[in-house]
């Protein structure tokens, strides 16, 4: 099991977010700042939604103030356990505001676990409100620990741990995925690269014959292949390898997705649950569509191809539509038939997956070698988007905005939402803190998407905002 470590200074819940994940609610909590209750190493195994994960509650990390004894004994004891833990959990207390010991605390961590994934967790959260203007200095006031921005919980409560899951889940996938593939003595501190760097999965998918290999073979071409694939991924799930714009790209096989379902056998033989699952192995997916059948066709999506792109967005992935063989309808005769095939596969998509505005289609011919560099830059681009992550303190400014902005319907919406921060990248999901026990009508949430999509530069992506009601 991976190995996460509860650390904090004294008194801010270190105890009582552990009992809280370990769901052991006996166990006992003292609330009184001189007396050391936690003072050995306990361990448990956390249940967090569908997470298992050893879970130790460090004894808080005494200063000199304490006696010396009880100081070297734990600053030891959790040094040790240190070097077992993959993950930790930095805790502070939003109600103290920032303490000199918690300082040292975050010092402690640089210096002797530099190499473990710290989240930062602002404990006793419930009474926050965005409108009193306290949250914002003191998320501003925690992010300057240098851990990023905290994530609010509230362990006595409950409050937050949705949260604190979303955070924790692609750390844990991550791990989960690097030790199956790991080989033997080799360096894993890979865990801190930033997300952005890490290799972009791209599933080139579509049904046979509308020339995905033959893309794929233009873009080997035209980019610098590397050679086998790095740690981290099985070989069989990695079909190639490039790199564009110093990047990593690993091209994923999707099980030759569609092509089963292709010589119009129809739909019924495309396994969802199949395609599901490799599709959860790419960040971003290709969708390649004949140019040359849609100029013919009334329509430019068939029924499977429609399917698996919106798969694609309910799954979270990026999507970038691929229109091929343009080469053909480029002569004289067909230009009008160009101009018609270019307008209306962007249109068509609109209407067909309305949750993502500006998905973006690429025109290419992948015979001819033209716009594979197009499709490079969209991928990325989309990428780029996806891992997006927007600081708390400026998401809540911007939310001030926005409502001034809003015709609510009901107006007493507006104040509702007390508090807005994004739980996790890939794709940006969003919370929202909504006062009261009544969740905001989707209207609200189709204008903070959109809203959102249109301040941030985030079209074509899904984006998802979920709601949390607080008292
Ligand atoms: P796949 O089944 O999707 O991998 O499709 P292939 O790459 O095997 O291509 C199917 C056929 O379409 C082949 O005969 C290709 O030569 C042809 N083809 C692929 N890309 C283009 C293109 O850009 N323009 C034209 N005119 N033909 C293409």
Known sequence: LPTMIIVGRPNVGK???????????????????????????????AKLGDMRFRVLDSAGLETAATSGSVLSRTTKMTGNVLGRSQFAVFLIDVRDGLQPLDLEVGKWLRKHAPGIHTILVMNKSESLDVQSGYLNSAIGEAHALGFGDPIPISAETGLGMAELYEALRPLLEDYMLRILNEKPGEDNASSDVEETKLPLQLAIVGRPNVGKSTLLNALLQQERVLVGPEAGLTRDSIRAQFEFQGRTIYLVDTAGWLQRSGREKGPSSLSITQSKKSLMRAHIIALVLDGEE?????????????????????????????VNKMDVLRGKQNSELYEKVKKAVPEEIQTLIPQVTGIPVVFVSALEGKGCTAVMRQVVDTYQKWCLRLPTACLNRWLQKVMSRHSWKDLATQPKIRYFT??????????????????????????????????FDMGGIPIRIMQRLVP
């Open 422 to 455: 994004q739980v996790k990248a890939r794709p940006p999901t969003f919370v929202a803190f909504v006062r009261g026990n009544t969740e905001l009508p989707d209207t609200d949430i189709r204008f903070i998407t959109k809203s959102l999509k249109e301040d």
């Open 294 to 322: 849609i100029a013919k066709a009334r329509c430019s999506m068939k029924h499977a191809e429609v399917v698996i792109a919106r798969q694609a967005v309910e799954e979270g992935r990026g999507l970038v539509v691929i």
């Open 15 to 45: 105890s009582a977010l552990f009992n809280r994940l370990i769901r052991r609610r006996e166990a006992l909590v003292y609330n009184t700042p001189n007396d050391h209750v936690t003072r050995d190493i306990r361990e448990g195994v």
